[in-house]
């Protein structure tokens, strides 16, 4: 089994192989998965000190600072993330839909159900405001380290950014299976040299490993109170990146990616952190203020100064590239689940499900970037904009948590209750310290969460308004059997009328008998049904239904992880005639015109809204795959 498939297979069983299939995938993790959190030693310290709430870097804040981030990493990511929310998977996927989809199947018709799901939208809206800050603000954070090697660079670190996100993006539409046997060993290297870094410089000090004491980040609340509660919105830097180990588990499987955080990634990045306080600490006061602007790249002898930033500059490459990946897949789930209109998906590998592409997300995302890079022109005010989105999302994450806990593992109340108390004190202490980054730059990624929020259910709402509205209006199938045999002439051939709701006459036929007045011999009204799991198997996909007359009810289901194929599904039916031949059989489809109306159901803004999504979303017929010379389309006009 080649590493794609292997990670293709483990996708869909959920599981992680043993020996050298799990150093396999525990290294291409590396690559990925780790790459937000990865990059985080660029900026995250320096922005504790020399941020918005800047501290002076004596030994109180230094070791308070590093005790913190030493027990942010292990509350928020070992216990939270690595321990207990990666063995909530949905059949081996991870992240919020697919937590979301987990409690919806196995908690339906629960009081709270409705609220749940309004979080678990909200969290991938926040999700959609972090994928924009990160490639802006790994990569400036990147290339201002050519400002250390030589001060006269700094001109050129807007260009030079501007120029690597627009290489970073245009290249998507290309595929990243080739460039990512690289991202593995690159962050390999990169880690390796966080850890050697860091290791130079506690060997000179020693005594700095007493940050790891969880006493020193009580003395530091103790002394400065108001002041390190706002720390809290820079160490959670620290942490960013936290919720994509969870998101990234269909990937690889979790056993991987424990083994990669636990035995490498964890003890680099502490390592790399010790190391910069340690640094700062050797230093006099006024060295030691203009050192903590930059203090990652100075941790290297200045002849291996450029070396580091262009390991740097391929780190947060990789981590930006894991990240819009991830907006590509997270798009596709929120398609498949109904919370988005459907849009083109181009597959860039032909052996890997999950190499996917959807340009109008990517062109998206490029603008935004690079109008955030132009806006906010430092990696230092853009940190001002990061960390509301993760802290919201991981907010949300415990709530979800919470659910699983106490609802579908039933764990012991006491002990589910004192872990879930932790996490919400954790959880709310960062996401209230990054609020009053608001003013300075906090309300972006609130901002684009908000629009998103409100376009995902503005559109989940309006389908379900316009599935009603047609069930409604819709004809019993065998009163309509009955009456249009008798009527209709028959002609050759198999029409596939596609219709949202299994139940009724679709109005494509309706419209179909209406003026062409003929029915073929074979009539299939189908259904495709996006399932609660990311993948149905064979054995399960097709439900079929025999109405008498030649009419047949076909209902095809989809995980949401999988891209629905209408042709080939149907080559699998054999209990309703002949096998089906795309010369022989046509596709109705039904084109609807929404027209807003002051009936009770959504605000007349919002219905306006969800018709404009509605007229910009791809054409079934492409998005099921349909042969395009063999598909007829008919209007027609529905009130919601």
């Not at 954070?141 to 501007?162: C, D, H, K, N, R």
């Not at 979303?617 to 042969?627: D, I, T, V, Y």
Request: hydrophobic share 55%; glycine share 8%.
């Amino acid at each position: 089994m080649s590493s794609s498939e292997a990670v293709q297979h483990h996708a869909v069983h959920g599981h992680a192989p043993e020996g050298s299939g799990l150093l396999k995938l525990s290294l291409g993790a590396v690559g990925v998965v780790f790459g937000d959190i990865g990059t985080s030693p660029l900026y995250a310290f320096r922005e504790t000190f020399a941020g918005h709430h800047p501290l002076t870097p004596d030994e109180l804040h230094i070791l308070g600072v590093l005790s913190l981030i030493f027990w942010s990493m292990m509350l928020v990511v070992t216990i939270k993330y690595v321990s207990i929310i990666m063995r909530a998977d949905n059949k081996g996927e991870g992240g919020s839909l697919a937590l979301l989809a987990l409690i919806n199947r196995t908690a339906q018709n629960k009081r709270w159900t409705k609220g749940i799901v309004l979080l678990g939208v909200f969290a991938t809206a926040l999700f959609f405001g972090d994928c924009m800050i990160t490639p802006a603000m790994s990569v400036m954070s990147a290339v201002e380290g050519l400002t250390v090697v030589e001060s006269g660079f700094e001109p050129l670190v807007l260009p030079i950014s501007v120029g690597i996100l627009i290489a970073l993006f245009m290249i998507q539409a290309h595929g990243t299976a080739r460039v990512g046997l690289f991202f593995g060993p690159i962050m390999a290297v990169y880690f390796i040299a966080l850890a050697v870094l860091g290791l130079m410089h506690i060997a000179a000090d020693p005594t700095i490993l007493r940050a790891l004491n969880p006493w020193y980040a009580v003395q530091f609340f103790m002394t400065d109170g108001f002041t390190a509660f706002l720390a809290l919105g820079s160490v959670v830097l620290a942490v960013t990146g936290a919720e994509a180990l969870y998101a990234d588990m269909g990937h690889f499987g979790r056993n991987p990616i424990r083994v990669s955080w636990m035995a490498f990634v964890l003890p680099a990045l502490m390592l790399n952190y010790l190391g910069q306080g340690a640094m700062i600490l050797s230093l006099d006061a006024a060295t030691a203020a203009e050192a903590i602007k930059n203090p990652f790249f100075l941790l290297a002898p200045e002849e291996f100064r450029l070396p580091l930033v262009l390991i740097a500059m391929a780190a947060t490459v990789i981590a930006s590239q894991a990240v819009i990946t991830g907006a590509f897949s997270v798009t596709q789930q929120a398609i498949q689940l109904g919370f988005i209109p459907r849009l083109r998906i181009t597959h860039t590998s032909a052996s890997t499900a999950g190499q996917i592409y959807i340009p109008a997300i990517n062109w998206a995302l490029m603008v935004m970037v690079i109008l955030l890079v132009l806006s906010f022109q430092t990696s230092s005010n853009l940190a001002a904009a990061y960390g509301i989105a993760v802290t919201g999302a991981m907010l949300v994450d415990t709530f979800l948590l919470a659910v699983v806990l106490f609802s579908l593992w039933r764990w012991n109340k006491l002990w589910a209750g004192f872990l879930v108390a932790v996490f919400l004190l954790v959880d709310i202490a960062y996401f209230a310290a990054n609020l009053t980054k608001v003013p300075d730059g906090g309300w972006f990624p609130l901002l684009v969460g908000f629009i998103a929020f409100t376009m995902l259910t503005t559109w989940a709402r309006g389908r379900f308004l316009m599935i009603e509205r047609m069930r409604e209006a819709a004809m019993p199938v065998q009163v309509f059997v009955k009456s249009a045999v008798s009527s209709a002439t028959r002609v050759p051939g198999t029409a596939v009328f596609m219709t949202s709701t299994p139940e009724g006459v679709p109005h494509a036929l309706l419209h179909n008998l209406k003026h062409n007045k003929v029915l073929h011999d074979r009539v299939i009204l189908l259904t495709v049904k996006i399932e609660d799991v990311p993948f149905v198997g064979d054995g399960n996909r097709v439900m079929l239904e025999d109405l008498d007359q030649g009419f047949y009810r076909v209902i095809l289901r989809y995980g949401f992880m999988e891209e629905p194929d209408v042709p080939a599904g149907l080559a699998g039916i054999s209990d309703c005639g002949p096998k089906f031949k795309m010369m022989d059989t046509s596709f109705f489809l039904a084109r609807q015109t929404l027209l807003p109306s002051s009936r009770p159901g959504m605000a007349i803004w919002r219905e306006k809204l969800f018709a404009w999504m509605l007229r910009n979303a791809e054409s079934a017929m492409e998005f099921f795959k349909l042969p395009t010379n063999r598909v007829v389309e008919l209007g027609s006009q529905v009130e919601i």
